[in-house]
């Protein structure tokens, strides 16, 4: 059944269900202090964390992606976690900081932007829905100065620009526009880096992948925090691909074909390297 626009106020759903049922969000309440009774303030090491992800625009479009580990402390807590969420046909989101609120930001997110078109019958744009992904962070800042950190990365393809777009935010809903890359989370300044040496403007779309790829292997090989891939589980980074068209899910067996030829080229080359000593 299609909800009724003159039941409500506001097309905004985080505010309906704080009217209607606050119960329903805690974890995005004003009010953090329940976070104490679960641990002390500082001491989030209890709480799985992920990291890393990232995003680069391309000539056609945006690539976005996040590898697949959550660490609690100094070991790992889970191997398979979702960093990237499809928000509509043609924008995404990818978190990183404590696992928990992320996943619940990431989906009401989603909800949000469905709901909003419902009520308005009409498309949000990409800026609206990076400015509302703006203002959820702002409603989670409590949360924040507590530890239980939300930093996303939004990118999608702007039908009326024509163009990929990347957002990137702070803990306190601060919204800044990349116009040509960014990498968030523990391993974000390695895969920065690399991307560094990687990027070109123009760049076609395996182009765009395979320095996605690369980016994240090296957060991997130099950040405890970030998984690379695992040939032995099967567990590869998400990738997803924003164009005019919508969005493309890269394949495990596409990502998989990109590390095997990766290494057997590190391979080689230190091959080389030590015959020739």
């Not at 805690?26 to 709480?47: C, K, L, Y």
């Not at 709901?115 to 400015?131: R, V």
């Not at 930093?151 to 040509?180: C, H, M, S, W």
């Not at 292997?217 to 998984?227: I, L, Y």
Request: charged content about 25%; hydrophobic content about 35%.
């Amino acid at each position: 059944m299609e909800p009724d626009q003159s039941e409500y106020i506001t097309n905004d759903l985080l505010q309906i269900l704080k009217c209607r049922q606050p119960n329903l969000l805690q974890s995005f309440s004003t009010n953090a202090q329940f976070i104490e009774s679960i641990q002390p303030r500082g001491e989030v090491g209890q709480f799985l964390e992920g990291t890393t992800i990232l995003a680069l625009i391309y000539a056609d479009g945006v690539v976005i992606a996040g590898d697949r580990q959550a660490t609690g402390g100094f070991q790992v807590g889970e191997r398979r976690v979702q960093k990237v969420y499809e928000v509509d046909t043609h924008s995404a989101i990818a978190i990183a900081g404590v696992a928990g609120p992320c996943i619940d930001m990431a989906k009401l997110f989603q909800t949000q932007v469905e709901f909003y078109e419902k009520i308005e019958g009409s498309h949000l744009s990409l800026e609206g829905k990076a400015s509302y992904l703006s203002n959820m962070l702002k409603s989670n800042l409590p949360l924040a100065l507590q530890g239980l950190i939300v930093i996303p990365i939004f990118a999608g393809y702007d039908l009326k620009e024509n163009i990929g777009r990347i957002f990137k935010y702070d803990i306190t809903g601060g919204r800044y526009e990349q116009v040509d890359y960014y990498a968030e989370g523990s391993g974000g300044k390695d895969a920065r880096s690399a991307l560094k040496k990687l990027y070109r403007p123009e760049m076609k779309s395996s182009e765009a992948l395979h320095a996605v790829l690369h980016a994240l292997w090296d957060a991997a090989d130099e950040d405890v925090g970030t998984a690379g891939p695992d040939f032995l589980r099967n567990i590869y980074p998400i990738v997803r691909i924003i164009d005019q068209s919508g969005i493309t899910e890269v394949s495990p067996e596409t990502i998989k074909s990109f590390y095997t030829d990766l290494f057997q080229r590190i391979s080689e080359n230190k091959s080389s390297l030590t015959e020739s000593e």
